[in-house]
């Protein structure tokens, strides 16, 4: 399973773009890159996934760079509600398999401001 | 989408005592994913449960402190064995379901 880095905290204002940046150096050719979203006292829920160019969705844009060595979720005109941690996963997401186990990193902890 | 049910979903317990956590999926599922998550950290997988076979647990967790129970292919228990204050954390059960996994709202577990 790819090892993923990425930022601890960040910090931004309602209404502005968030980007978070994602490296995971040793993707594997069947890994596919998804995000998911933590709020405090619930379980983590899927945001986005993807396997390379640019995939959007009504929540969230990802992309990812040809050599797919890294990813950046973007979340357009965030609001106070957009505060949570954000967790970026690599991994071959095939149902049923061993391989479908989810291994965590440490998230980016966002914090929007009014 | 996976609906995933936890109970209970929060409990304070004597330390030595143990504690059962039950996992309900609103529909059939191979494996369940039972995750620890403490204060302020990340996620920490402690083992994926098969039905019809034993759990395969990650390094650092061990059957004997918390064994899983696996019935059927919508339903699993996770017991916290002999607990002491340092298990305090939040236990969720997972799914996969296509390329998604699932969540449940997890069990606040507070050992005293």
């Known amino acids: 399973l790819a090892k993923t880095t990425q930022p601890i905290s960040m910090d931004s204002y309602e209404g502005q773009e968030v980007n978070i940046t994602c490296s995971h150096n040793?993707?594997?050719?069947?890994?596919?890159i998804t995000w998911y979203q933590q709020f405090p006292s619930q379980g983590p829920r899927f945001i986005i996934q993807g396997y390379k160019t640019k995939v959007t969705n009504e929540v969230a844009s990802l992309f990812i760079p040809a050599d797919r060595k890294s990813s950046t979720l973007s979340l357009p005109r965030v609001s106070l509600s957009d505060t949570a941690v954000y967790y970026c996963?690599?991994?071959?997401?095939?149902?049923?398999?061993?391989?479908?186990?989810?291994?965590f990193g440490s998230g980016t902890r966002l914090s929007i401001r009014p | 989408s996976a609906v995933i049910s936890q109970k209970p979903s929060r409990d304070i317990c004597q330390r030595g005592t143990s504690l059962t956590i039950q996992c309900q999926v609103d529909s059939q599922v191979t494996m369940m994913f039972w995750y620890r998550q403490q204060p302020g950290q990340s996620l920490t997988l402690i083992a994926t449960?098969?039905?019809?076979?034993?759990?395969?647990?990650e390094s650092g967790f061990v059957i004997d402190k918390f064994p899983i129970s696996r019935p059927n292919l919508t339903f699993s228990t996770l017991t916290v064995s002999n607990m002491s204050p340092e298990d305090s954390s939040i236990y969720l059960c997972?799914?996969?379901?296509?390329?998604?996994?699932?969540f449940g709202q997890g069990t606040r577990l507070t050992v005293v």
């Open positions: 996963l690599v991994g071959d997401p095939r149902r049923d398999s061993s391989a479908s186990k989810i291994i």
């Open positions: 449960a098969n039905q019809g076979s034993e759990a395969t647990y």
């Open positions: 040793n993707i594997a050719t069947n890994d596919y």
């Open positions: 997972s799914v996969a379901r296509g390329t998604e996994a699932f």
